[in-house]
């Protein structure tokens, strides 16, 4: 499963994206997700090396060809240790176009083919990644279109899409013959895809938490493809191939990572009303290929193409496919497709040696374009004939440079003059390292030399490159030459060099010869002599030909004798019977009802499956076959349980209490109206539940614990209930305070003792005081309304005011502790006012301390007298002012006196009257009320600050003369 990790590689609230991808529907196949297991980060090491310098022959590649269905779900050997290989890739998603640019994803079934969990580890660095790539083929050249940054898993479905002996175990690891998938919505989401340029794909080792540049919209870190290598009408013809490709560190440390990519033919749907909508979708009748890489679909379709692959020591694998078309004229187009699988060290250049002499015309280069923020050079390769050796090389050094990495796909073109001929060509690496360099085996142009060795009319050269010549050791010489010579022996006659030919035994004879000589035996007649044959059993005969003579059994037809199966634990006897348990299944000794991949009498004696019937077949068969009822769905077979029906009903009664036909509250499996009907349980309020249950629910009380509801023991007369509260009495108070041998609350009920303020005490048992002498209790006064008690002591206020517990400053029968007292002096408020302790100047009864509001009067005092400062400060500089020039227009006499315009003051009172009114309403609106100091503040004030202004205009207008 792929889970959604922001660029730090940090899981995505779930909330969201977990949300996000696992719509039913939308990300099918697929999982949920949650943190699993403890963090266990890999160290970046060196795996196994796979030290294995292939010689160039498709057949060497996995045994999974193109064009073949997948893999039936059938018990399959396994490998050691984990071992991933991608079955199926299929379904596009297209998620838009940007400037030309259209983004898609593909999506994937991944199994384990091995013997050992592969691990799935969320939050760590143990966990797969995929890759997705788009290559097309068109008018003879296989290139590479377009590439995704890497999806991460993190939950391992475990199903069972690949084999049927799959035992899933949990999501943090895909257990053996299991498999996982993932929708291409799911493989599409950008902030689950991670930057490829931190994956070593040969060791699986990766960065985590992984971080990146932020992703553009629509496209970024996608599957990208430019318009114009989709565009239909500039394409025709061309065919296109998806490919999925599983990175994993786990299965890579035991060298089993060169069968996770998988390539599957696909077609452009083209929309003529929406000139640049590119959907891809399957074709109809193809299949994918399991654990073949794209770049085989070129030979898988063109049998003139050849490919080769070598793996670099202690690195990991590059594939060199290679075409020659005879253009007429003598001229001969070369065509390479250079593929890096896994190789972390990448290529920087690629050479193909051309003699001099060899004219050569229209070189080619084509790459794919790293994107999203990759960090790598894009620069297209230069090419160079120099010498003999004609070669492209990247632009730019360091390992930043534009390389073949991992996961792409180089082309490398030209034209000669002259035929091709076997030679190497060369593949200088990027990261340093021994060797610095490799070689593939491939085609490259070798003048005519005129020689015609076999005299057939046909240059040498031509012989072998058409194929009427074979050269098996690549020397240029036909090889029937070179045995006509005698420079190579040929002893079985059959045309190829003795040295070309299998030696099993390296006794430097062919093994052909060795078998017609008598030197060696060939009991299964196969070609290969028996001492080179598989022998499992070491009893000195081949496997196979201890098979073929019945010697050992091969109940599977694996190919390999039972009892090697047996001893290497590939293959198990349970039952001990002499035949593995997977023939014992399929050739039906044995059955495996619940598709374990164990007979079931295995089950039954391990204990994994129960028999309680004892009829052989897992008590979960028995059910699940219908051999067995489960009426009541608890995994054991009907007949194995208490067939007893109590109610008669035909039915057993376990199955009327599942069915809901008859009520078991109690839970001891027996039907409430048996339990009633049979005295194990009472039903004394007759409700048909019983009288536990209703105790245990609630509806029904049972005070005194005696497993009788109340109501029962007070129908029942068990129980008394002498005040009817329809509580038994002995769950009541046993207070009997008058000692008359009745309860308290007997005495009461029954008008036996007075109980005046009805606390359920006898008043007799109560204090007898009758301070006001009026011949009754106070308590009852007090209840009954006639005494007050403000202060809530139990004493009526008139007594507490005789005694003198009380005072009363105002003689208003209401002791002071009870009266209002805002400043909290311990003195009413009225008689705060009324001995002037306080002053009410508002006269409301409230002493003015305890008002907010408008200034009182001390504070309009303070506000007068600085009105007044200001006015004398006013007029003292008036005074010191020179009479200016106009003084003499008779606005006041000489000298000055006190300053004054009758008329200016009689208007400036009149406005400032008018607002002073609308100040006091404001007042009170705000503060709720008015004081008397608002009032005669306001008036005092008035007219000083009607003087004021009236001066200042005077002033104004002065200074204007």
Known sequence: MIFRQNPRGRPMAAGAALVVALLAGWCLPGSLAWAGDPIRRLAPDSATDAGRASLPSQDAEPARAAGVSQPSRTLNQRAAGPDLWVSDVSGVARWGRVDGITAYSVGTTVCNAGDQPAMWQLNTNEHPVVAQHLYRLKDGRFEQI??????????????????????????????????????????????????????????????????APAYPATIGRRLQVRDADLHPPDNAGALYFIEGHYVSADEAAVGNHYDNATYRQVQVDWEEVHPTTYHITEVPGEVAAPGRPAVLAWGDLDPAVTTTYLDVPSDGRFYLAYKVTDLGGGEYRYEYALYNMNSDRAGRSFAVPVPVGVNVSTTGFHDIAYHSGNPYDDDDWSSELAGDVLSWESPAGGTKGNAVRWGTTYNFRFDADAPPSAVDATVVLLKSGTPASVTLPTLGPVPLTGADCNTNGIDDALDIFVGTSADC???????????????????????????????????????????LGGTSLDCDANGTPDECAEDCNENGTPDACDIATAVSDDCDTNGIPDECSLVSGAATDCNSNGTLDVCDLTIGGSFDCNRNALPDECDIAAGTSTDCNSNAIPDSCDISGTTSDDCNVNDVPDDCESAADCNGNTLPDICDIYAGTSRDCNANTVPDECDISGATSTDCNVNQTPDDCDIAAGTATDCNTNAFPDVCDLAGATSQDCNTNATPDECETAADCNTNGVRDICDVAVGTSADCNGNEVPDECESAADCNANLARDICDIAAGTSADCNANAIPDECDLTSGTSLDCNTNGTPDECERDCNHNDVPDDCDIAGATSPDFNVNGIPDECETGAPTMSEWGLIIMALLFLNAG???IYRQQPLVAGASKGLWPVPVGLPLDGRILVKVLAAGLGIALVALIATGCVSGSLTLADTVGTLLSLPLAAYLVHVWIMLRDRSNL
């Open 146 to 211: 377009g590439m995704s940054w890497v999806a991460h898993a993190f939950f391992a479905l475990n199903g069972w899409l690949c084999y049927e002996d799959c035992v899933p175990g949990g999501g943090s690891e895909l257990a053996p013959h299991c498999s996982d998938g993932h929708s291409a919505n799911l493989n599409g989401l950008q902030a689950n895809l991670g930057p490829r340029w931190q994956v070593n794909a040969y060791t699986g080792y990766f960065m985590y938490p992984w971080s």
């Open 473 to 515: 050791d690549r020397t240029a010489i036909p090889d029937e030459c070179e045995i006509d010579g005698g420079t190579s022996l040929d002893c079985s006659g059959n045309g190829v060099p003795d040295h070309c030919e299998p030696d099993c035994n390296t006794n430097a004879q062919p093994d052909d010869c060795d078998i």
């Open 874 to 876: 006013t007029l003292v």
